[in-house]
T-cell receptor, first 112, second 115 residues
Framework: SQQGEEDPQALSIQEGENATMNCSYK?????LQWYRQNSGRGLVHLIL?????REKHSGRLRVTLDTSKKSSSLLITASRAADTASYFC????????????FGTGTRLQVFP | ETGVTQTPRHLVMGMTNKKSLKCEQH?????MYWYKQSAKKPLELMFV???????ENNSVPSRFSPECPNSSHLFLHLHTLQPEDSALYLC??????????????FGEGSWLTVV
């Protein structure tokens, strides 16, 4: 099984609604990051949360981290059609600083 | 524009061909990476270079051969590939090796199709 797994695998919502994506991981981490990927393009970094932080905000993004449950969530508020993309969580492992382990992603579709 | 440029964007090659993917970063970073992205699979880390020295090789088949001539350039040499090697190959860079707090900057990727 994988270090990072996102849930749900796919999410469809209307513009203006909020979108919540979850990520679970298995081993101890230094930090957890969220990335976005438009279809067929490279990944773009959205936000990083360190293992000693519980919540972080960036514009319409809100990320939470619960290290006791080994889980994180990404909330996108007031979604727009332009938010349509795949979203990945990536964990920086505390025992191997050269690896950033990505999950399989959540595909978000926002309908106008 | 992320500051990481990959060429070519698309490549079709036969199983007996030899080709190379090129990556250049304009960010002054010291670490560079190759990732492979296949359908419905997590991103797979292939190689890590730090200050032009390979520091990580995740058991990648020898038909993939990386080269890092300087801290701004990274190549992935391809030879005798298999159809299952068809994927999106992503180059990335970071300020330093992935110590806590570093983020990765990705290129747009090279779509590889092996026929």
């Amino acid at each position: 099984s994988q270090q990072g797994e996102e849930d749900p695998q796919a999410l469809s919502i209307q513009e203006g609604e909020n979108a919540t994506m979850n990520c679970s991981y298995k081993t101890s981490i230094n930090n957890l990051q969220w990335y976005r990927q438009n279809s067929g393009r490279g990944l773009v970094h959205l936000i990083l949360i360190r293992s000693n932080e519980r919540e972080k905000h960036s514009g319409r993004l809100r990320v939470t981290l619960d290290t006791s449950k080994k889980s994180s969530s990404l909330l996108i508020t007031a979604s727009r059609a332009a938010d349509t993309a795949s979203y990945f969580c990536a964990t920086g492992l505390s025992y191997n600083t050269d690896k950033l382990i990505f999950g399989t992603g959540t595909r978000l579709q926002v309908f106008p | 524009e992320t500051g990481v440029t990959q060429t070519p964007r698309h490549l079709v090659m036969g199983m007996t061909n030899k080709k190379s993917l090129k990556c250049e970063q304009h960010l002054g970073h010291n670490a560079m990476y190759w990732y492979k992205q296949s359908a419905k699979k997590p991103l797979e880390l292939m190689f890590v270079y730090s200050l032009e020295e390979r520091v990580e090789n995740n058991s990648v088949p020898s038909r993939f051969s990386p080269e890092c001539p300087n801290s701004s350039h990274l190549f992935l040499h391809l030879h005798t590939l298999q159809p299952e090697d068809s994927a999106l190959y992503l180059c990335a860079s970071s300020q330093e090796r992935l110590l806590s707090g570093n983020t990765i900057y990705f290129g747009e990727g090279s779509w590889l199709t092996v026929v």
